[in-house]
Every structure is written in structure tokens, then in C-alpha cells.
Nanobody, 115 residues
Framework: QVQLVESGGGLVQAGESLRLSCAAS????????MGWYRRAPGKQRELVAA???????NYADSVKGRFTISRDNAKNMVYLQMNSLKPEDTAVYYC?????????WGQGTQVTVSS
């Protein structure tokens, strides 16, 4: 079992920044990849960024150069620094991982970017 809790969402104007945090607990010692996902209204959930335990990262093309994912293994935390936010970044953001064939998600945190 893995529990994930996101925080840090909010309402910002275009061009501003937000930092999302994800606290992981439970059977996390076996987790390699942690990811941030988002679901915009009327759209499917998509991968925003992912990071391995060793620090390798990958990003969706739409956020490259603007978002940075990081991880503190000692604190069991994953972060998403979002800069130069755009209205199209508006979505519910989820922290997620997969362990032993099961997907785990947090409850999500709303990010709203006004133009």
C-alpha cells in the first residue's frame, strides 16, 4: 500500500509560479518512478513529469523548460516547480506511482491559471 498526498495548488495569474508537493508514505522503499499527472476539464489524465529514484527525469513537451520535478528520497517527497504558468496549465494535478502492478494516486490539487 502507498499513500500519496498533494498540496500547493491554487489560483494564479498567467506568468506566475507555483510549487506542488507530494508526500508519500507506506511501502515506498520499492518505488522507483514517481510522477506528476494532470487532468484538465474534458480531457484525459496526462503525464506532466516523472522522476526515478536516481534522479532521471522526463517531461511532457508542453511543460519542458517551464516545470521542474524533483525528489527528496530521505523525506519521501516529490515536488513540481511550475514557472511561467499558462491558462492551459489549468487542471487537477495528481501525484502518482506504480508498484507491483498497481497504480496509486493522490487526491489531487487544483491549479487554476487566469489570463
Amino acid at each position: 500500500q502507498v499513500q500519496l498526498v498533494e498540496s500547493g495548488g491554487g489560483l494564479v495569474q498567467a506568468g506566475e509560479s507555483l510549487r506542488l508537493s507530494c508526500a508519500a508514505s507506506g511501502s515506498i522503499f520499492s518505488i522507483n518512478v514517481m510522477g506528476w499527472y494532470r487532468r484538465a476539464p474534458g480531457k484525459q489524465r496526462e503525464l506532466v513529469a516523472a522522476i526515478t529514484k536516481g534522479g532521471s527525469t522526463n517531461y511532457a513537451d508542453s511543460v519542458k523548460g517551464r516545470f521542474t520535478i524533483s525528489r527528496d528520497n530521505a523525506k519521501n517527497m516529490v515536488y513540481l516547480q511550475m514557472n511561467s504558468l499558462k491558462p492551459e496549465d489549468t487542471a487537477v494535478y495528481y501525484c502518482g506511482t506504480r508498484l507491483y502492478g498497481l497504480n496509486y494516486w493522490g487526491q489531487g490539487t487544483q491549479v487554476t491559471v487566469s489570463s
